[in-house]
């Protein structure tokens, strides 16, 4: 005899909406408690490809479909079921199908998936040699899209998406592949409004800068863009002297000439600093920092810091400079 929640499974596939739609919304509010999501997960069998044909169908359903399976994918074993039936590659359709509403859920749903070790494999399409790398691109376009203010972000998650994929080489060789052009395009969204956006880019820099060894010259061919996306967030709130500035290429001294809102989120400003840290430990990138008065910087911003773990990376990559062969100490000047 059937259960009351085998059952509920079932009427997911009834011909007749309504029921389906009930059924939908009381499957997507047990997925908000621990108790219901454990219940349901006996069932994922059916329950899972059921959800997943309801994505494509109206808003009604496929709403409560997308936010039933991201609270789902939240459990690692539900997660991994979905990589193995296709869950990506449906997410991904859905996703770029212009009748579809639920684009910020699906982004959310890929945030989740890409937790796996199989889910990034998923994404990055590896084994698929001539596709390869085709979602992760599409996935770039959209996130470095303008957006409307005004309007829901759906693409905004799309930036923890690449968080996940770069802490595999295969994710940082694709992003760092100059004939690409990925994580150029990524870069340029730093100063975004929307603080996921601003997190996403600069946990996916930092994640790519542990290529450094191997990449330093891809991540240089992008230092236009690299060290403002680095060296503003830890550059404190001074104005910088003009003796400071003539020593910085102009898209960093025209920033730091001004009043500067403060990057408040410290996980961001500690990405940075791994991420200079990263580059400076080679030679041709501590040059590199050198060139741009980027000691400096990092000396005035330092000044201003007062959260101790963002105070201990500023002290890390400090150490690095003043032990590193062939450079000096920064000096002491004080900016106006």
């Known amino acids: 005899m059937a259960t009351e929640l085998e059952e509920l499974v079932g009427f997911l596939s009834s011909p007749s909406p309504t029921v389906t739609k009930a059924a939908v919304d009381i499957v997507r509010g047990l ?31 496929s709403e409560p479909a997308g936010e039933a399976l991201v609270n789902l994918s939240q459990n690692s074993g539900l ?76 693409f905004e998650h799309v930036g923890s998406v690449l968080v996940n994929i770069s802490k595999q080489e295969a994710g940082r060789k694709l992003l760092l592949d100059p004939r690409r052009g990925l994580l150029k395009q990524i870069i340029r969204q730093f100063d975004s409004s929307s603080p996921l956006r601003r997190k996403g880019v600069s946990g996916t820099i930092r994640n790519c800068c542990f290529e450094a060894e191997s990449q330093l010259q891809n991540l240089l061919l992008i230092s236009e863009f690299l060290w403002p996306a680095l060296l503003l967030p830890v550059a404190g709130n001074k104005i910088y002297s003009e003796q ?34 990263l580059i400076s430990l080679q030679e041709a990138g501590l040059r590199a920092f050198w060139s741009v008065n980027g000691p400096r910087i990092i000396q005035v911003g330092y000044e201003d810091e007062e959260d101790p773990k963002v105070m201990g990376a500023y002290e890390q990559l400090g150490s690095m400079l003043i032990n590193s062969s062939g450079t000096e100490e920064p000096t002491t000047e004080t900016s106006n």
Request: hydrophobic share 45%; charged share 25%.
């Open 79 to 154: 997660a991994a079921k979905m990589v193995e039936m296709g869950m990506i590659n449906a997410a991904m359709d859905i996703l770029y199908n212009p009748d579809s509403s639920i684009g910020r859920l699906l982004a959310m749903l890929l945030v989740n998936l890409t937790q796996l070790d199989v889910g990034v494999a998923s994404l990055l399409q590896t084994g698929e040699e001539k596709m390869q790398g085709l979602y992760v691109m599409k996935l770039v376009r959209s996130f470095c899209r303008s957006s409307d203010e005004a309007r829901e972000d759906p």
């Open 31 to 61: 997925t908000g408690s621990e108790d219901g999501l454990q219940s349901l997960a006996n069932y994922a069998k059916i329950l899972l490809p059921s959800l997943a044909r309801l994505l494509s169908g109206k808003k009604e359903v």
């Open 244 to 277: 400071d500035r003539s020593k910085m290429p102009l898209e960093l001294g025209s920033a730091l000439s001004i009043e500067r809102e403060p990057v408040d989120d410290p996980e961001i400003r500690v990405q940075a600093l791994e991420a200079i840290y």
